[in-house]
């Protein structure tokens, strides 16, 4: 497959891999050893800093910002808004996961305040998180999209991710067994991945991440966001081959393993996106 | 070996497997990572979720709460408290990870509120921590149990689980080399496992989150401890032979893999169970 | 290479595996799992405890007291001034662990609180942050060495470390392609490593855990250090061997594995060390 978006994709690769883009996260506890790992593993500089006398100060030397609600607490909100107007102030993107949005009354307000005063550059969810936040009936059961969520990745689901990208002026991802990502015009599907991605904790935040590394190192964050997802979906077949069979303790590990010897040939060989 | 207790055991690893319970950690950041992994392996869901604000409401959407004490803070004790008395309130079973009680006055007094005001479902610690909280004279080393306490294990073990079981009124597990597992009534007696699990990190949190999944798949929390154990305990010994000789770092691996690939005829063949 | 130095590392790793210490860690919750781990393998005994209300009788019980600033919080300050306060009165050796000095005002500050309020023992960072304590021009980027200041490693980077361990009365350990450990009158270089522990996450923060591990199972401190770093340079090494091929995954759980195997023959064939 080697259309315009797949050279993009491979291009921005190499940026990460040459310019080495910190990358600052304000993050959850549960997975954050696995966003840092994989950061390194892509080529860029990863930095968690949480508190409020240091977070903005944190961003203003980074060259992109990740925020992720995974393991809530009152006192990181407050450095997640500091830190995110600092980057918006500097042109530096910001990448949001909102990890559970719709599981907790304290979820959904966090969300709604960080939507509404920061400006996200892109928004990735599953189904379940990006349905809530686009005030449509979703049924989140925790952290986990719920099943009935991620069978209705489809036509539709491009729709939603449009109208939220437009409607939020950014680059909205949903990922599931499918991935859908827009920015409100262009629209790209990505077919990568595996299901045994979900059995391992921390493969939505890792994409995040990843997100934030490829949007850290190009001005394009819809490229920035299809290439986050991408490395994601085609590391997770490459470990799904590996080590499989082996157990998810292995298939993690592997997922590492895959992006830390993934290049441009690699994507252009296996990616499977469209636009629509 | 066939008898009554392994196959409920096998069963409720079924349960586990079909419902996919949503269990709720509110528990330390050193070993959190894996306890997640370990539900995902086992087939549950994991949720981490310690702020106050939100604590309670996770809560109510989770078939199981595990409290788990490995790093303290203030922040989270009312949290634990909370959710603790929701779970009491919907009648969804609490499982306690004292860890480290009797090393700090801290510890002691926050194990003391937890015990006071949840009514726990399952008590599970290593001998150190058991004697401790039954008023017995421990000698605990740090979170590990000292070796003077896990030589403990025997009879007189069997009489610590039964009477602190009858106390609390709950089910107490004491695990170590010989695992003993009592709700004042029932006393059983596991034999699974290998010393190698005390050179990882969290083998005894993650034994705590197995025993949540399994609790969270069925009512009766006595074989609920006994599965989570001895799931422990046998992916354990397939960890050993599968990775041991390699070092630990494989061998923590490898404790992941069983347990994704753990099924009621591995138990059956394996477990080393018996009631006393 | 069979000289004095080598002969006492090779022996205080048997003082480390005989006596098992228990190490008290006030660390951060990037890597803190690695660091519990990495102890363990190398025969340790870790303890995680940063609330206020247990901190010191943590510290009390224990044999040395790492200080690590990764992740830093004004909640966790207090503690770690009070732990290191705790550990002189009863002569514990206290590591510290600078992470990304000279990146953030609030790191700046916090080192220097730390440096002037507990005596350390053995100070261990990248050449960046021990330039930034010393007071001469670096280049911190995010908590990773700059490059220029990695180049600078050489008779320069000596005098760096002797006249910092002067001024601050301590042992001070530079790590990177080489290390450098000086005591202020000794002046020890290990040529040990492989630059793809830059690529995992936490090969500083375990390194800085295993010194506390040596440190706390012998009275020599720059003995201490020097064992610790050439435990992981060995173990890097052995690691890259077994799996550089494979990836940043299984080269992060290799070291784990190298480091459970490690034994004073091992460092005997392997250590590059010289004092100068």
């Known amino acids: 497959m080697s259309n315009e978006i797949v050279i993009k994709v491979g291009k921005l690769l190499n940026e990460v891999r040459n310019n080495k883009p910190l990358v600052h996260n304000i993050t959850n506890y549960v997975t954050v050893n696995d ?10 500089s990863p930095i968690m800093a949480d508190d409020i006398k240091e977070a903005a100060d944190i961003t203003k030397i980074s060259s992109a910002l990740v925020i992720n609600i995974g393991t809530l607490n009152e006192r990181t909100i407050e ?28 979820r959904n307000e966090t969300t709604k305040k960080i939507l509404e005063e920061v400006k996200i550059s892109v928004l990735r969810g599953n189904m379940s998180e990006i349905k809530f936040i686009s005030g449509l009936e979703s049924s989140t059961k925790g952290v986990d999209a719920s099943e009935s969520d991620m069978e209705s990745v489809n036509d539709k689901g491009a729709n939603v991710a449009k109208n939220l990208a437009n409607k939020l002026n950014c680059t909205v991802a949903i990922t599931g ?15 990568n991945g595996t299901k045994m991605l979900a059995n391992v904790t921390g493969t939505g935040c890792m994409t995040t991440a990843l997100v934030g590394a490829f949007c850290g190192a190009g001005s394009d964050y819809f490229i920035g966001a299809v290439s986050g997802i991408a490395a994601m979906g085609i590391c ?10 082996i157990g998810t ?22 990616v499977k996106v469209k636009e629509i």
């Open 35 to 44: 966003c840092a790992n994989i950061l390194l593993a892509i080529g860029a």
């Open 79 to 106: 450095s997640m808004i500091t830190s995110g107007k600092k980057a918006n102030e500097l042109n530096i993107p910001v990448v949001f996961d909102p990890v559970g949005a719709g599981a907790s009354e304290f």
């Open 177 to 191: 067994v499918t991935d859908i990502i827009s920015d409100g015009k262009r629209v790209a599907i990505l077919e």
């Open 236 to 245: 997770g077949e490459i470990a799904l081959e590996k080590a499989g069979q």
């Open 249 to 270: 303790g292995s298939f993690h590990i592997a997922i590492i393993d895959a992006i830390s010897n993934l290049n441009s040939e690699i994507i252009e060989n296996m």
